[in-house]
């Protein structure tokens, strides 16, 4: 399981996606599933981080879905229109 920081702005996002990566290569199995519930302090640049996720476990053939998002980055993946790209997870 991928886990997001309790901050992630766009100031933290570039770190986060590079380490968020090298933890999605070491994934085992065929879904990947991203941890947002430690979210606490976070802004759109969260959702390009769960999307560049996304873009890299499909291309690892892997599927991918979200843990725990926050309602705030819920409503957030719905303004922007890609709410039906980040899933919940089961």
Not at 20 to 37: C, F, I, K, R, S
Not at 56 to 72: C, Q, Y
């Amino acid at each position: 399981m991928l886990v997001l920081p309790a901050i992630l702005t766009m100031e933290q996002a570039g770190t986060c996606v590079r380490m968020l990566g090298m933890g999605l290569q070491a994934q085992p199995g065929t879904a990947v599933v991203a941890d947002a519930g430690s979210l606490v302090q976070f802004d759109s640049s969260a959702l390009a981080v769960l999307l560049e996720c996304r873009r890299e476990a499909l291309a690892l053939g892997k599927s991918f879905s979200v843990k725990d998002m926050p309602e705030r980055l819920r409503r957030l993946a719905s303004v922007y229109g890609v709410a039906e790209l980040l899933p919940a997870s089961a």
